[in-house]
């Protein structure tokens, strides 16, 4: 993960003593520079955080449809998230790429409403 991402993440540790954000639930997103700038290892390092918090991390699997699959045009992200290519930092994300992280910001909502009406305390 991004050097800045595990510092916000290291400031946490009063949080993390008092396991304040366990059971929460958690989605991640992100933009590397290029196509082999590890998509996916981005978001397996971030998901080592949320375990330590004892987070509940919500992947977005393919329940993005089609889009997941998309071939005729570069997309970023994967089953763990929402993700974009920035390449030299001018390339902004696509329409497909922002409709990708809008699915994922309302399916995290919907797991969270789910997870609300259905206390897992004992």
Same mark, same amino acid.
């Given at each position: 993960?991004? &050097?800045?991402?595990?510092?916000?993440?290291? /400031?946490?540790?009063?949080? *993390?003593?008092?396991? +304040?954000? +366990?059971?929460?639930? &958690?989605?991640?997103? *992100?933009?590397?520079?290029?196509?082999?700038?590890?998509?996916?290892?981005? +978001?397996?390092?971030?998901?080592?955080?949320?375990?330590?918090?004892?987070? $509940?991390? $919500?992947?977005?699997?393919?329940?993005?449809?089609?889009?997941?699959?998309?071939?005729?045009? $570069?997309?970023?992200?994967? /089953?763990?998230? /929402?993700?974009?290519?920035? +390449?030299?930092?001018?390339?902004?994300?696509?329409?497909?790429?922002?409709?990708?992280?809008?699915?994922?910001?309302?399916? $995290?909502?919907?797991?969270?409403?789910?997870?609300?009406?259905?206390?897992?305390?004992?």
């Amino acid at each position: 993960m991004a &050097a800045q991402f595990k510092a916000f993440f290291d /400031a946490t540790s009063e949080l *993390w003593g008092r396991q +304040a954000l +366990a059971g929460k639930p &958690a989605g991640i997103f *992100w933009s590397t520079g290029f196509t082999g700038g590890g998509q996916e290892l981005t +978001a397996l390092t971030a998901i080592t955080q949320l375990a330590h918090h004892g987070m $509940v991390f $919500v992947p977005i699997g393919y329940t993005f449809g089609s889009g997941m699959f998309e071939m005729n045009e $570069v997309k970023g992200g994967s /089953a763990y998230g /929402a993700g974009t290519y920035a +390449a030299d930092g001018s390339r902004e994300p696509t329409e497909l790429e922002l409709r990708q992280a809008f699915h994922q910001g309302k399916y $995290v909502a919907e797991i969270t409403k789910k997870l609300k009406n259905n206390s897992l305390s004992p």
